[in-house]
């Protein structure tokens, strides 16, 4: 399997190297050259696979250049689960998965499955990907003989930095630095961070918004000087961000898997065509079921579900991108997004691999915020997705509403998709198809909003998220997953503050560079 840039780059690429690299040097997506279609000999095969052998059977598809072995290990120390009794939290130890299953369904009933894929150590859905990116990346250079030492730099609001930390810490061959607005994450993500173990992995909050942070990590990147010292001393800069490929290609996985466990549980025969529908942020979620429909997943309508930044509803139904419009904080942060950087990817397949039209696009939407496509692609579109948003007052409505009626409790992102679903059903008719509601975080992970949404506002006061996820608790009977458990325990380990435009000194000091490479 080769890539290519979406942009139209000259060359093609081996997955060890898209996944090294990250971007294209064009400012363009790697994209595969081809889809493989599975068989029905393949499907049945799936069905009596374990999570780490399908995703071992589905990631060799598109990894053909990792040799086999490589693989194995890869996904073995990715997906590990262990049970409570044996799982010890110390330093050093690996956090894994909490359920067998790795991506369980839940059936709400005998139409609706859902699909939790929040079991991973940081409670949401980035674990999927980022629990295999690191060992992704350390084996594409290790099998190419490179010679060099990853640092991973990210800039975070919130969920992807934990999953990026847990991910990489302590694999060797890698170091991670976190970057964080001291005033822009939520006080569990906050929480997360800071407390996070490992040999490699430093924490450093950023006297800014997350707008100074990101542009702070770009600028490091962008430092010919600096990267010219880290070079000579073998490390690699690297990021982990929701575009590389490593991160695409796992998140195929779980939909391929959730199809073979439906056929498992008799909820649909073979050919029979699903909705899934996905709480959307960065597009990158979704595309992932887009890809597994290229590759002969039967889907129906791929439900695009938007909370108040609904800029990609809009896009669906008219066919303009414009992201001048006001931002809103809500209670489902992960989508709170205006440019979602996967989309260009899906217009490059919808639109006959036309590199020229997508550069003229992206052109725009850099100068001006906007773009549009023209009738045709537009229907193209509809045909494959239907999109619509859930408001705030809608999202805690929806959160009440599934506990109510089915005893169980969705975080705000997954009920955005609950709520969607719903209106799906309603425009169309539509309620026979089976469908897979994608749920991409435990609710303990964003007690507060779920507390106000299922309990007596008069009953409890909401103040510390610690408390109230315990009371939560209490009051339902469900569960707090172990990865959200004990973390009020946890010592800080980390508790640096930088200035926004003095950001790579902590790095220099804590990779050692010698500041006197002018
Ligand atoms: C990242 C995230 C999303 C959005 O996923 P995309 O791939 O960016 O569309 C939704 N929910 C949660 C909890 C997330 O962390």
């Known amino acids: 399997m080769l890539y290519r840039s979406s942009r139209g780059q000259e060359g093609e690429f081996t997955s060890a190297q898209v996944i090294k690299q990250g971007i294209a040097a064009d400012g363009g997506l790697f ?33 053909d250049d990792y040799p086999e072995q490589e693989l194995i290990k890869c996904v073995d120390l990715a997906y590990d689960f262990q049970p409570d009794e044996f799982h010890g939290a110390s330093e050093g130890s690996k956090e894994c998965f909490d359920h067998p299953q790795i991506a369980p369904l839940q059936p709400l009933n005998s139409f609706c499955h859902v699909q939790e894929l929040w079991h991973g150590p940081t409670g ?58 001291k005033k822009g994450v939520s006080k569990i993500q906050e929480w997360q961070m800071i407390t996070q173990p490992g040999n490699n992995v430093k924490v450093v909050a950023v006297d800014g918004n997350f707008d100074d942070t990101q542009r702070g990590v770009k600028n490091i990147f962008a430092d010919n000087r600096l990267l010219a010292g880290l070079n000579k001393q073998q490390f690699k800069l690297s990021s982990a961000n929701s575009i590389n490929w490593g991160r695409l290609a796992p998140q195929i996985v779980y939909y391929i898997s959730a199809y073979a466990d439906l056929l498992n549980n008799k909820a649909l025969n073979w050919g029979d065509s699903i909705n899934i529908a996905v709480p959307t942020g960065n597009f990158g979620n979704i595309l992932a079921a887009y890809y597994a429909g290229k590759m002969g997943l039967p889907v129906k309508k791929l439900i695009c579900a938007a909370n108040s930044n609904n800029v990609l509803t809009d896009f669906i139904a008219t066919g303009q ?95 955005v998709g609950f709520n969607v679903y719903q209106k799906y059903r309603q425009a169309t008719g539509d309620d026979n198809t089976v469908t897979l509601l994608i749920s991409t975080a435990s609710p303990y992970k964003f007690s507060y909003s779920v507390a106000r949404s299922v309990m007596d506002p008069d009953s409890y006061t909401f103040d510390d998220e610690f408390k109230l996820a315990a009371r939560l608790e209490k009051i339902t009977n469900k569960k707090i997953p172990r990865s959200l458990r004990d973390i009020a325990k946890y010592p800080v380990l980390h508790n640096e503050t930088c200035e926004r435009d003095n950001m790579e000194e902590p790095l220099r000091r804590w990779l050692n560079l010698t500041p006197d490479e002018n």
């Not at 250079?141 to 992807?160: K, N, P, W, Y």
Request: charged fraction near 20%.
């Open 321 to 415: 991108y414009n992201r001048n419009r006001p931002f809103y904080q809500t209670m489902s942060p992960s989508m709170d997004i205006l440019v979602s950087s996967n989309l260009e990817r899906l217009l490059y397949e919808i639109n006959g691999h036309d590199h020229e039209q997508l550069k003229l696009w992206m052109r725009n939407l850099n100068e001006n915020g906007a773009y549009s496509i023209n009738a045709e692609l537009r229907k193209a579109l509809q045909e494959i997705f239907w999109s619509a948003y859930c408001n705030e007052e809608e999202t805690a409505s929806a959160i009440k509403y599934v506990w109510e009626e089915y005893n169980y409790l969705i975080d705000p992102h997954t009920a």
């Open 124 to 181: 949401a859905f980035k674990d999927m990907a980022l629990q295999i990116l690191p060992h992704l990346m350390t084996a594409s250079i290790r099998f190419t003989e490179e010679e060099s030492h990853i640092v991973i730099l990210t800039a975070t609001s919130g969920d992807t930095g934990k999953a990026a930390l847990a991910g990489f810490c302590n694999v060797p061959g890698t170091s991670i630095l976190v970057y964080y607005p």
């Open 31 to 63: 994209v595969p050259d081809h889809f493989p279609v599975l068989t029905k000999n393949d499907w049945l095969r799936l069905q009596d696979m374990d999570y780490k052998e399908r995703a071992f059977f589905i990631l060799k598809l598109y990894l």
